[in-house]
């Protein structure tokens, strides 16, 4: 599956559904086939655990281009929520082992095939029609995201996108910590 993914295979685990047993696994989109020879380097190019973490950290466990963490729902889909990939910038190139620079942290929604196949893709205009009406300091706060290619984040963002990435259970005791420190 870690294998399928960078290729913009689309596999849904319990986490994103909650439809789905744990043992059970949900393919919602067909990438490239990386059986053959032209496709292999893309979809099965090795990105190490290292630089994986080292990615997600970078990023701060969210979505380079969308800005949602891990396991958050989607503002305007609450029933899907997020999962994190870490993907490579330009699928198409080949070569040896990934390095940080090649690749991006991106939700499974955000993948260029996921848009491509399920054919949600807006139009300029519609989105247009929503940048104009935003606030002149939204727009030009847009416009800096735009021109860095991702949205910046401020330092509590930071901390909201690590913390959901922690496990249910880790994540718990850290709003009891955090409770207790304010005395509320
Ligand atoms: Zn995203």
Redesign the pocket.
């Known amino acids: 599956m870690r294998d399928l993914r960078p290729a913009g295979w689309v596999i849904r685990t319990y986490r994103d559904r909650p439809s789905l047993q744990p043992d059970q696994l949900y393919l919602e989109a067909i990438g490239r086939p990386v059986w053959e020879p032209e496709h292999r380097a893309a979809g099965l190019r090795q990105i190490s655990s290292k630089t994986r973490r080292l990615v997600l950290e970078r990023d701060g466990h969210a ?1 380079r ?4 963490a891990a396991g958050e729902a989607y503002a305007d889909d609450p029933s899907a929520h ?1 999962r994190l990939t870490v993907g490579h910038v330009n699928p198409h190139r080949s070569g040896s082992a990934a390095e940080a620079e090649d690749l991006i942290t ?2 499974a ?2 993948n260029e095939t996921v848009k491509h196949l399920t054919g949600v893709q807006m139009t300029k205009e519609q989105v247009w029609d929503r940048v104009t009406e935003l606030r002149r300091r939204d727009k030009q706060e847009l416009l800096d995201w735009m021109k860095a290619d991702g949205r910046a984040m401020s330092q509590m963002e930071r901390v909201w996108a690590m913390y959901r990435q922690l496990p249910a259970v880790l994540r718990e005791d850290l709003k009891r910590d955090l409770d207790s420190l304010l005395g509320s």
């Open positions: 979505c281009r969308c800005g949602h997020v991106e939700c929604r955000c």
